[in-house]
């Protein structure tokens, strides 16, 4: 079982910038595909985005594609979730996961999560 801490979150004016960092420990990282998921007050949880464990593909959910990157450093068993032009409808939790099976965009296709990050972004 793999133990996952997002860090980074904060307070930002719209149009500015954050990374998120997810940190693994526990298990071996690089066989996990990882995605982050988002949850705004009073509503679900949604897929912002993910990345295989062998090549690096990348999912983005359309709200985000162009606008946010993920991606992984294995070595330091860390995934990142660059985060540009935010906007105010950005405000949420993110979470960190991680999957033995494949980079889903349920959150029922990862079973490990972190405790999540809260991210504010002004107008």
């Known amino acids: 079982q793999v133990q996952l801490v997002e860090s980074g979150g904060g307070l930002v004016q719209a149009g500015g910038s954050l990374r998120l960092s997810c940190a693994a420990s526990?298990?071996?990282?690089?066989?996990?595909?990882m995605g982050w998921f988002r949850q705004a007050r009073g509503k679900e949880r949604e897929f912002v985005a993910a990345i295989t464990w062998i090549g690096g593909a990348t999912t983005y959910a359309d709200s985000v594609e162009s606008r946010f990157t993920i991606s992984r450093d294995n070595a330091k068993n860390t995934v990142y979730l660059q985060m540009n032009s935010l906007k105010p409808e950005d405000t949420a939790v993110y979470y960190c996961?991680?999957?033995?099976?494949?980079?889903?965009?349920?959150?029922?296709?990862?079973?490990?999560w972190g405790q999540g990050t809260q991210v504010t972004v002004s107008s």
């Open positions: 526990g298990s071996t990282f690089r066989s996990y595909a």
């Open positions: 996961a991680a999957s033995t099976l494949r980079a889903g965009v349920d959150p029922t296709d990862f079973p490990s």
